[in-house]
């Protein structure tokens, strides 16, 4: 059974189950940012997913990216496998504005997370899945 | 013909061409710091690239990864695109220790790069080669 991290578990809520991965919200309201978890116990960086999950493993980061940038209108996606504090496998993907916090320097460590608003959370992930599900049409 | 953002080009060493991307060395001794280059111009979003482009990308960078992990024993690889300030679609591969300066923050935009010294960039880079020549056999 897949375990997730429970630093991870904490700081982020569950949208959707894809092939490969679990797609999760961070708690964090002052960025649309998504976590892709690929459902493996145990591993730590990309390159210790097997061929065919890690060419998953970008597709799903593709179509993640396609959907938040269309659900955001940003200027651009970061997208990364960091994992130096949590070192479960997690790939970041995340839109980013000209006038958010931290432009154009990279999010991860800066301050403290704004949890989102439950209405707002609400609109986001709906936008973000409407989007999703038309790319897989 | 394919065009490096100026940028680039100065703050980084030409390594090798892998069959989609250009392989440089960035020119900050303070971390080992790969930058790999898809040589399509215009681009800067990942997902702009073609399926097959992807999930070479995806394989690319899992190669640069491991013989970049076996050329340092670092504790963990750092995969990102982050684009904010050069867009031209660049992908970041580093290797991250413990002990480094800015460790477990991303690196990104903190400092000043600090030059490698010739002797040691050369060693750098031959070892890098040799485990990278491996894998491929």
Redesign the interface.
């Known amino acids: 059974m897949f375990k997730l991290d429970p630093r991870i578990e904490k700081d982020s809520t569950f949208i959707k189950d894809l092939p490969l991965c679990q797609v999760r919200l961070q708690n964090d309201s002052r960025y649309p940012w998504l976590v892709l978890l690929p459902r493996e116990n145990g591993l ?4 210790e997913l097997s ?1 065919d999950q ?2 998953q ?3 799903e ?2 179509l993640v ?2 959907a938040l ?1 269309k659900s955001t209108e940003c ?11 949590v ?1 479960q496998l997690h790939w970041h993907v995340v839109a ?1 504005f000209e006038n958010d916090l931290t ?4 999010i ?2 800066v301050g403290t997370s704004v949890p989102w608003q439950d209405q707002k959370r609400a609109e986001f992930i709906d936008s973000f899945l409407t989007n999703l599900a038309e790319l897989f049409n």
Chains 1, 2 share one sequence.
């Open positions: 730590t960086e990309v390159y061929s890690q060419a493993l970008m597709v980061s593709s990216s396609k940038a200027k651009k996606i970061n997208v990364a496998n960091l994992g130096n504090v070192s980013r432009w154009p320097a990279p991860w460590g």
